[in-house]
């Protein structure tokens, strides 16, 4: 018994042998290059199209805007990973961004325990309630930002930070309650 053969048990009926693959058909090979090439181009597009958009969104949310870039170009990395697999791509990298900004502030958080010294201006410019957004806790500013940054409807917010659109509205009432006492003195 030839012990190449498929269905074949191996060597001393102990150990199968797997059977010999069949040669790949040169046509469906130059049709998933020509898929790949459409699928590169259609990438390509997206992110000409939205990177400049979740930079902001990211520079908002992160706080920082030598970051931001940084912080969008992988997670169009890790999108361009799953660019075939993702059915509604701007989503999901508004999630990603929103997420990666997290773990920017966790990572910040473990450098600097101490929390920056509370300000007390008289009148709130640009930079100061830039400021204060920038002291609310990370969900509630990210839940902030998308609304009134992003102009998006609770369930999409909901998404980006995956919790009930009943708990995206409990966190910008949070933030909005936190803002008053940094504006409203």
């Known amino acids: 018994m030839d012990p190449r053969a498929e ?23 130059a049709a998933k290059v020509r898929e790949a090439g459409e699928a590169s181009k259609a990438f390509g597009d997206f992110y000409a199209s939205h990177y400049s958009d979740l930079v902001r969104l990211a520079t908002l949310l992160s706080g920082s805007a030598d970051a931001a870039p ?11 990973k799953r660019w075939m697999t993702v059915n509604d791509p701007l989503p999901y990298v508004r999630r990603s961004v ?3 900004c997290a773990s920017h502030h966790r990572r910040n958080a473990r450098v600097r325990r101490l929390p ?7 009148a709130l410019g640009a930079d100061e309630l830039e400021d204060a957004v920038g002291k609310l806790p990370v969900r509630q500013r990210a839940a902030v930002v998308l609304r009134y940054y992003g102009d998006l409807p609770d369930a999409d917010i909901a998404r980006a930070l995956r919790c009930r659109p009943a708990t995206v ?7 909005l309650t936190e803002l008053r006492k940094v504006i409203e003195p």
């Open 7 to 29: 269905g074949s048990a191996g060597v001393a009926g102990v150990f199968p042998v797997p059977a010999i693959p069949a040669a790949k058909d040169p046509a469906s090979r």
């Open 70 to 80: 940084d912080l969008v170009q992988d997670c169009f990395v890790g999108l361009h």
């Open 98 to 100: 929103v997420h990666a």
């Open 116 to 122: 920056p010294p509370v300000d007390q201006a008289s």
């Open 169 to 175: 509205r409990s966190l910008i009432h949070r933030a």
